[in-house]
Nanobody
Framework: QVQLVESGGGLVQPGGSLRLSCAAS????????MGWYRQAPGKQRELVAT???????NYADSVKGRFTISRDNAKTTVYLQMNTLKPEDTAVYYC????????WGQGTQVTVSS
C-alpha cells in the first residue's frame, strides 16, 4: 500500500501563491495517474489537476493558467504550484494516486482570505 502525505497548505491573501507537495512512500512505477482534488464546505470533491505516468496533464478550467502540477524525477513527489489564488480556491486539497485502487492523502487546508 502506498501512503501519500500532503504539505504546504496554509492561509494566503487573494493574489498570493502556495506550493503543495505530496510525498509518496515509494517510487511509483507502471501505469498510473496522480493528481490533486479539492473539497470546499458544502461542495463535492472536484478535480483540480492530474498527471499520468506518460506525462499527460489535465487541469480544471477554474485553475487553468494559474495552477501547475509537476512531479520530481524519482516520481515520489507531486507538486501543485498555485498562483493568483482566489477566495473560491479555499478548500481542503487532497493528493490522489490511481493504480489498481484509489489512494488518498489526508488533505491539507488552503484558505484564501484577506
Amino acid at each position: 500500500q502506498v501512503q501519500l502525505v500532503e504539505s504546504g497548505g496554509g492561509l494566503v491573501q487573494p493574489g498570493g501563491s502556495l506550493r503543495l507537495s505530496c510525498a509518496a512512500s515509494a517510487t511509483i512505477i507502471g501505469i498510473y495517474t496522480m493528481g490533486w482534488y479539492r473539497q470546499a464546505p458544502g461542495k463535492q470533491r472536484e478535480l483540480v489537476a492530474t498527471i499520468t505516468s506518460g506525462g499527460s496533464i489535465n487541469y480544471a478550467d477554474s485553475v487553468k493558467g494559474r495552477f501547475t502540477i509537476s512531479r520530481d524525477n524519482a516520481k515520489t513527489t507531486v507538486y501543485l504550484q498555485m498562483n493568483t489564488l482566489k477566495p473560491e480556491d479555499t478548500a481542503v486539497y487532497y493528493c490522489n494516486l490511481k493504480i489498481t485502487y484509489d489512494y488518498w492523502g489526508q488533505g491539507t487546508q488552503v484558505t484564501v482570505s484577506s
